[in-house]
């Protein structure tokens, strides 16, 4: 659409077949608008569509999702939300990370997660050693309110 904003569309059609038969066409569909304000800051708009029998009645047919991503020098921050339109779910992430040294990383991590009545929140503090590409480190959990570990990217509490 521009220099620093672009739209993506897809739709896949499926159908399954097997020892009961022809299952129902499935379709997935998803429309993404992402737009580059500065060298540092991007934001992503989704629109995702889903007829497939199974998912779309856990995380509904029609769902909007958005993600910023802001990174300057040793601060970077990322937030998702997600929206399903015709279920009662919605799921929020935000991290916060500073970059101490360039192997050493401190950060936030906030996550909600709602379907239907059922409500899932968690706080997380991180203190993070990069090896290469890898990452480890120690992370202290709100919910669980103990120390655990974090392994590429995945916490262990």
Known sequence: ??????????????QLAGSRGKMPVGFVGNATLSHRFTESITSLIFYDYTQDGFND?????????????VSRGRFSTSIFG????????????????????????VAYQYTMDR?????????NYLFAYRI??????????????????????????
């Open 132 to 157: 290469g590409w890898r990452e480890v480190g120690l992370t202290w959990s709100l919910r669980s309110k103990r120390i655990g570990f974090m392994l590429l990217g995945a916490s262990f509490n």
């Open 57 to 69: 009645k856990v995380v509904g047919r029609h769902r909007l999702s958005a993600q910023m991503y």
């Open 1 to 14: 659409l521009g220099k620093t904003t672009s739209l993506s569309t897809n739709l896949v059609a499926s």
């Open 82 to 105: 997600s929206k399903s339109l015709d279920v009662d779910r919605v799921s929020l992430f935000g991290d916060a990370s500073y970059r101490i040294a360039p192997q050493w990383r």
């Open 115 to 123: 379907f239907n009545s059922t409500r899932f929140l968690d706080y």
